[in-house]
């Protein structure tokens, strides 16, 4: 089991950045396929990223170029880089861990562990 607790959420322009982390206790980051998924009022969830163990990544096809996942195993830290923000990417962003190692549209397959979140909210 592993707990997740995210971080560096925020308000920011149009156009702007923000980093928002996700550190791990319990286990390790690197026994698990690690993601981000979000989900804004009245919407479903969306993959945004996903990071498996072998480093390879998977993005959701509306955030491809934009934003960056990666891992510290030292720290066993996950992040996201989200560059060249919309108004559409504000969210509630939630750091995910899954047992199975298989990515598919910028997620985990079937993520077992979610923590509670941290809210961006981008403004035009």
Partial sequence: QVQLVESGGGSVQSGGSLRVSCAASGNTVSRYCMGWFRQAPGKGREGVAAI????STSYGNSV???FTISQ???KNTLYLQMNSLKP???A???CAAAR????YGGSCIDYNYWGQGTQVTVSS
Wanted: hydrophobic content about 20%; proline content about 0%; glycine content about 10%.
């Fill in 52 to 55: 498996d163990s072998d480093g």
């Fill in 64 to 66: 491809k170029g934009r």
């Fill in 72 to 74: 510290d195993i030292a």
């Fill in 88 to 90: 559409e990417d504000t």
């Fill in 92 to 94: 509630m962003y939630y």
């Fill in 100 to 103: 199975t190692h298989r990515l």
